[in-house]
């Protein structure tokens, strides 16, 4: 008798517990890959640094702020102080009292940071070809939608609040 643990054996938990695992393995792999391919090109920014570079040159020209970079980055507040702070003194990204709301203040990229994406698309182009070294477009762009639904749900299920409450605390007499 398994007792108390039998939700664990489950087909489809220990699918899913798989799949987390798995996810996690290749999070990390991606974000070492990424860091070491910039210290190999001599670049000073951590994969985290290029996500938010990315985030704001997608801005399309237009003034994009700390909050834009925190919800498309789902990282909190002090991260991304953090993570502007340390580019700003890289020297590839400057803040200014926002032109829409001087609340808010405004990230641009500087010259150096555009020179910058230059060196590095061909090396950004070869990396992500070995990466997905074998996926057929067809296959990358499923794999993209079943991403992107399930980071939809995990979404959809903290809005919710779905998940079950803690049980209360067993007192043992």
């Known amino acids: 008798m398994m007792g108390n643990s039998d939700w664990l054996f489950t087909e489809r938990l220990q699918g899913a517990m798989e799949f987390l ?6 999070h990390h792999a991606m974000q070492q890959g990424v860091d ?11 994969s985290a640094q290029l996500d ?8 399309c020209g237009g003034p994009v702020n700390q909050r834009d970079i925190e ?3 789902h990282l909190s507040n002090p991260t991304v102080t953090g993570i502007l702070k340390r580019m700003e003194r890289k020297g590839f990204i400057t803040r200014a009292v926002g032109s829409r ?6 990230v641009r990229l500087t010259e150096k940071c555009v020179r910058l994406g230059e060196r590095l698309h061909p090396n950004a ?17 499923a794999l993209n939608q079943m991403l992107q639904r399930l980071l939809e749900n995990c979404g959809q299920i903290r809005e919710e609040e779905s998940l079950p409450e803690k049980p209360a605390a067993v007192t043992v007499s």
């Not at 182009?125 to 997905?132: D, G, L, N, P």
Request: charged letters at 35%; hydrophobic letters at 40%.
């Open 21 to 26: 695992r798995l996810y996690r393995l290749l």
């Open 101 to 106: 709301d001087r609340r808010y203040r405004e």
């Open 71 to 73: 919800e498309e980055l």
């Open 52 to 59: 938010a570079l990315i985030c704001v040159a997608r801005g």
């Open 36 to 46: 070491q391919a910039l210290r190999e090109m001599g670049i000073d920014l951590t």
């Open 125 to 141: 182009e070869a990396m992500v070809e070995r990466m997905f070294r074998g996926f057929t477009p067809g296959e990358f762009n």
